[in-house]
DNA sequence: CTGGTAATATAGCATATGCTATACATTATT
DNA sequence: AATAATGTATAGCATATGCTATATTACCAG
């Protein structure tokens, strides 16, 4: 599975808007939106603050990345 | 004190080079290398990246920065 | 003294991000 | 039906960041 997807897929599972995942991570909800469409590639600090936002949350994101999903 | 001051401070105090700091808190060395001279007004990503090294080494970064020193 | 290395400062370019605005869909409420 | 509110997608611009390269300084080994 792909980093877009990821974040979308853990967003919806915790029931967050943009927004609110964004305040989370401590950026903007821009950022969130342009990771879930795939116009950029996180930086190295914004992925390591949703990797611990994720393991904060018990919710196993390298197990996610690795499954075999389509998307 | 100011922002920039407080880096290269901490960054001292703890006798790291600018690069040591930078992996530390998951940016690039020219990115420390900015703050510590101005360039830029970081992130408020990296702030708090910055910030939560600062309290996992035992530094009060906030009595730093009401401080008098003028830097 | 010469050469090598590490640390720092800076520049240029490509990319990521923040902010604002706009558009669209869905859902609520009246 | 009309309106309002929320969530999402996108665009443009200014700024921060990553990467690479270069210059300078200090320090140390030879």
């Given amino acids: 599975m ?3 997807s990821v974040v979308k ?4 599972e915790l029931k967050l808007s943009q927004q609110q ?4 991570l401590n950026v903007s909800y821009t ?3 342009r990771w879930e469409n795939g116009h950029v ?3 190295n600090l914004a ?4 990797f611990d936002f994720c ?3 018990f919710i196993n994101v ?3 990345l690795k499954s075999d999903a389509k998307n």
């Fill in 55 to 57: 393991e904060s949350n």
């Fill in 47 to 50: 992925q390591k603050s949703f």
């Fill in 21 to 24: 995942l964004a305040q989370a």
């Fill in 9 to 12: 897929k853990v967003r919806l």
């Fill in 41 to 43: 590639v996180p930086s």
């Fill in 62 to 64: 390298s197990q996610l």
């Fill in 31 to 33: 950022t969130i939106n």
């Fill in 2 to 4: 792909v980093f877009s």
